[in-house]
């Protein structure tokens, strides 16, 4: 038989489903289950959903390093309880005032990776001490704590964190994967190979029995260091210190007043008209928002099918975000190239209720998977590579420059009824571009196709990453495959593990019953978490 005649291929036949969680004490949802238990935690001690989110993202540094951690950037949105407009905590990605463009020469090559950009000489941009941003998530942390906590301890906090350091990352198969997936670069930086390539290889689970851990180099003293000495000792005390003289001796920018500058910034969230009936609560700015913005404009007034959508209503959303997309690379920056992306994004979401209501909706992220794959040594801190969001051609309308901040994909919303009566969403996604196909078909599935929860999480979707084609689940209809394939370019893939064709969201829905939420379905360790013993879990 010719191999064209074979079907597709599949890298799996199973049916997956994950577990709602509901209750009216709080809920927790993340990307893995341990962190989510930890910010749960919090809520059953009297924490509210803000002290919750603080500290599932110091423990998720330790339980799934790769996707956020202590070297990373993000945007929180925060709405307390009542009130009618949300907040944003805005710790994104700038780069160090000494950036020079100088260090990034091109070598006339295309590079395809993240984004298909012109290749820096050495990849200088996507991994090493030359790609870091600074470090604003301690600062972005800090600030959600401080204006919005309950003034519990930042050590009480920062305890579920600092145990899991210390007893080190799970050694199971889905660790294997991702440090596989990175080792190549990895074994180029002394203390990353020494920490996730012991004997020169990525850690493998036993044959049988329970997976043991892995040592996290120096973290879980730094975490302690925090608990003692304070979040602004990360930005103007011992652990700056160290920071920068890590990176300088590994021949990075960011320096000990870069630190001792970084602050995370309070503003009102920007709201977004969903039909008559809802406002969308935005991050702003640089991040997916404003085109989201024009994508849910676009699809003002589609016919809308009874409990699901149709064929003709996916061809729409194909046609209306590839033309987004068209409008965000050329008028945002022609930033982030024209291709979609083809390596793995390094982004995790968190999404929190509290028994009064309050709601965070959380993106952090250290870019890549494995950020600059870079370990400082003094501090076991691995770093982002934020560098990589710029355009490298230094007439781009995105280019790289020094106290810069590049346009990013991170799309955290809430949605809050106009009229005050009705449900409440929270939610986002990891990613990269393709976070926000997943958010807008996330809210569109709950608000205008009335799917429950459990329902929605499970859907299968579309993604568009940029205007040359779209993506659509295997699980799709055969009609609306057609009507999508009628659209534009088109292919159809499987949502699984890996290879990653489609983000990963999360989401907590609150009504007058409770709350309930569910975590990204093919996300082997994400879970949403109930408060208490009371709080009930469902699967399918």
């Not at 599949?10 to 009216?24: D, E, F, I, L």
């Not at 046609?319 to 995790?348: D, F, I, N, P």
């Not at 691995?382 to 309308?397: C, I, Q, T, Y």
């Not at 996604?429 to 429950?452: E, K, N």
Request: hydrophobic share 45%; aromatic share 6%.
């Amino acid at each position: 038989m010719p191999a064209d005649d074979l079907a597709p291929y599949r890298t799996q036949t199973w049916t997956v489903t994950k577990p709602t969680a509901s209750g009216r004490d709080g809920i927790v949802v993340a990307q893995n289950r341990e962190a989510a238990e930890a910010g749960a935690a919090i809520l059953a001690r009297g924490g509210n959903a803000a002290d919750a989110a603080f500290a599932t993202a110091f423990a998720l540094a330790a339980v799934e390093p790769w996707n956020s951690g202590l070297g990373g950037i993000g945007f929180a949105l925060v709405l307390p309880p009542g009130a009618g407009a949300a907040t944003v905590v805005d710790f994104g990605p700038v780069s160090s005032r000494n950036t020079r463009v100088a260090d990034y020469p091109l070598t006339g090559a295309v590079k395809r990776d993240l984004f298909t950009w012109p290749e820096v000489a050495g990849d200088r941009n996507v991994h090493g001490p030359l790609s870091f941003c600074i470090p604003s998530a301690v600062a972005g942390y800090a600030a959600l704590h401080e204006a919005f906590g309950t003034g519990l301890p930042v050590a009480d906090l920062l305890g579920p964190a600092l145990a899991l350091a210390r007893r080190g990352l799970a050694q199971d198969w889905f660790t294997t994967l991702k440090i596989a997936s990175s080792a190549s670069v990895l074994r180029l930086y002394e203390e990353s190979a020494r920490i996730y390539l012991p004997g020169g290889l990525p850690p493998v689970p036993p044959y049988q029995g329970m997976p043991g851990f892995l040592p996290l180099g120096r973290l879980a003293e730094t975490l302690e260091r925090l608990a003692e000495a304070g979040l602004r000792d990360f930005y103007e005390g011992g652990i700056a210190q160290e920071l920068a003289a890590d990176i300088a001796a590994l021949g990075g920018v960011i320096d000990r007043e870069d630190l001792a500058g970084c602050r995370a910034v309070i503003r009102d969230a920007p709201t977004i008209a969903w039909g008559e009936d809802h406002l969308v609560h935005t991050a702003g700015g640089l991040t997916a928002a404003p085109t989201l913005a024009e994508v849910i404009a676009g699809m003002g007034g589609a016919a809308r099918s009874s409990g699901a959508p149709d064929a003709a209503w996916f061809a729409r959303l194909s046609t209306v975000m590839r033309e987004a997309y068209a409008r965000r690379l050329a008028g945002l920056g022609a930033a982030q190239g024209s291709a979609r992306e083809s390596a793995e994004t390094c982004t995790t979401h968190i999404t929190v209720v509290d028994r009064d209501g309050m709601l965070v909706s959380m993106t952090t992220t250290l870019l890549s998977s494995m950020g600059s794959r870079v370990v400082l040594p003094k501090t076991g801190i691995l770093m982002n590579n934020g560098v990589m969001w710029f355009d490298p051609r230094p007439d781009s309308a995105n280019p790289i420059a020094p106290g810069a901040r590049p346009l990013c994909n991170m799309c955290p919303v809430i949605v809050t009824p106009r009229d005050g009566d009705g449900p409440r969403l929270a939610a986002g996604a990891s990613g990269g571009r393709r976070i926000l196909a997943s958010v807008y078909q996330t809210l569109a599935f709950l608000l205008d196709f009335g799917m429950d929860p459990h329902e929605a999480a499970h859907a299968p979707r579309i993604d568009v990453s940029g205007p040359d084609g779209t993506s659509a689940d295997a699980r799709l209809s055969p009609e609306i495959r057609t009507a999508l394939a009628a659209a534009g370019p088109l292919a159809v893939v499987e949502h699984g593990v890996l290879p990653i064709n489609f983000a990963c969201p999360n989401f907590v829905r609150v009504d007058a019953s409770g709350a309930t939420g569910c975590s990204d379905v093919q996300s082997p360790w994400s879970a949403a978490v109930a408060a208490s013993a009371e709080d009930r879990t469902r699967s399918a």
